[in-house]
């Protein structure tokens, strides 16, 4: 099968014509460029609009590997990743230009089931796949996205909007995708939740579990030993787990109403709360104070940590891939914005504020003996693909 009966069968009959024409696509797949018309576009935005863009790479064995994604699974989140990305900015995802350098392992039936997830994910977050490049890799698969998106011109939400004195919030738990990978990794080398799994953690095994070791001992102790309820309750937050790995769910409702109204800024949960925490106080120049008390502890993760006898903490601060939202927002605001996120459904945890002072971020940890409260400053780490 040449390089065009590849792409016609990786492609073709995905999305019709009169769909993409509705997202704004003027000519897609097919010729030597696509071409788009943003102001026609069906995105809900009235008015002047700005195009966001954002790309993501995904590479075998650093990204991904067949021991813990399907190619179905690897085709998806190579597009979720970029949904998040303008999720983050507030904006509403459109286009996609999908480039794949593919290993002779990968046969025409493969990638098909590859390209099965990426448009399972492009269907659920309206994007036109418009096109993209093939071609060959020696030994590992390589698939990059480009995606784009609108938003109302001038009210993108950055990362250096931050004002001290603000609430930091969360659209969802964090720390489910990096137990679901290290599940995973733990199942494909048969120690068990509690064994070989448990070693790569303590080793530091960065680039294949994505962990950092030496989470220091809070309050998730007390759950030690708790959660196990039966088999069913493990197998619930298995799954729980391995879908937050695998199908993260980008959080494009969350983005879009967080910037109707008024959110001072943005920052998608790629790389770990730590990091992103991070990016936020330096592009703003101020501190981040997060509570620990407040980090929402999933049920799932609570389980799989006491089951691996590992602290839920680590992961929770330093795992990344969740993809949902970190940002800050006046705190007047924070009533008004609690009850719209309970009106549609959405998750919202107030986490912390935001101060004047050094650029940094800290976790004020409660005792739970005492009810004395310290700070400990939050390493500027989590994944990092050349640390």
Known sequence: MDEFASITHWTGRRQSAEWQRARGVSLGIGDDAAAVDITG?????????????AVDTMVESVHFSSETMRDEDVGYKALAANVSDIAAMGGVPLH??????????????????LYDGLYECAERYGVAVIGGDTTSSPDRLVISVTLTGTVEAGREVRRSGAKPGEAVFLTGAVGLSAAGLHLLLAEAGGGGAAGSAKQRLQAGDVETGHIMPHAEAGYFEL?????RDGERESGQSRAALVAAHQRPS???????LLLEHGCSSLN?????????????A??????????????????????YGADASLNPLEWMLYGGEDYVLL???????????????????????EIGETLEGPVGVELVRESAQSGDERNIPVAKRGYNHFG
């Open 268 to 280: 998608d949960v790629s790389d770990g709360v730590a990091s992103e925490a991070w990016e936020i």
């Open 223 to 227: 759950m030690q030993g708790q959660g």
């Open 282 to 303: 330096e592009a703003s120049g101020l501190r981040l104070v997060l509570r620990e008390s407040r980090l929402p502890l999933d049920d799932a993760l609570k389980t």
């Open 250 to 256: 980008p959080s494009v409702r969350a983005g879009r």
């Open 41 to 53: 576009a069906s995105d809900g935005i009235l008015g002047a609009k700005h195009m966001v863009l």
């Open 327 to 349: 940002g800050t927002i006046a705190k007047d605001k924070l009533e008004e914005v609690r009850d719209v996120f309970r009106e549609e459904g959405l998750p919202f945890f």
């Open 96 to 113: 996609a230009l999908v480039s794949v350098a593919v290993p002779k392992s990968y046969g025409p039936e493969r990638m098909r089931r």
